[in-house]
C-alpha cells in the first residue's frame, strides 16, 4: 500500500493527540494495518524506534507497560543534600 502525504500527515497528527498506552497502541495497530517494520515506520512517520518496539511488546504479549512518570526529572534538593533544612535553620538561628 503506497502511503500519500495526506495520510503520513494524519496518522501523525493521531498520533500527537494522544498519549501514552493509548498512542502506543495506535502505532503499533498502525504497523500491523499497513506491514510496516519498526525502522521504516520510524523513518515515514518520526516516531521513535524504542516507542515502536515498546508497542509492539505490549501488543505481542497484550500486557501494558507503566509508565513512570514520577520517575522523570529532577531530583528534589533535599535528596542530594540531606541535611541543608537543619543547617540553614542553624544559620538563621544565629542571627536572630
Given amino acids: 500500500m503506497e502511503i500519500t ?3 503520513r500527515d494524519l496518522l501523525t497528527e493521531t498520533a500527537e493527540s ?5 498512542r502506543r497502541r495506535f502505532m ?3 504497523l ?3 506491514r510496516l517494520g519498526q525502522r521504516e515506520a520510524a523513518c515515514r512517520f518520526g ?8 508497542a509492539c511488546h505490549e ?6 507497560c507503566a509508565d513512570a512518570f514520577c520517575r522523570r526529572g529532577r531530583k528534589p ?4 543534600l540531606p541535611h ?3 543547617d540553614l535553620r542553624g544559620l538563621v538561628q544565629d542571627h536572630r
Wanted: aromatic content about 8%; glycine content about 12%.
Fill in 18 to 22: 494522544l498519549s501514552g498506552a493509548e
Fill in 59 to 64: 501488543m505481542r504479549t497484550g500486557l501494558t
Fill in 5 to 7: 502525504s495526506g495520510l
Fill in 28 to 30: 503499533a495497530n498502525t
Fill in 77 to 80: 534538593v533535599e535528596f542530594h
Fill in 47 to 54: 516516531w521513535g524506534r524504542d516507542t515502536l518496539r515498546k
Fill in 84 to 86: 541543608l533544612f537543619a
Fill in 32 to 34: 500491523n494495518k499497513l
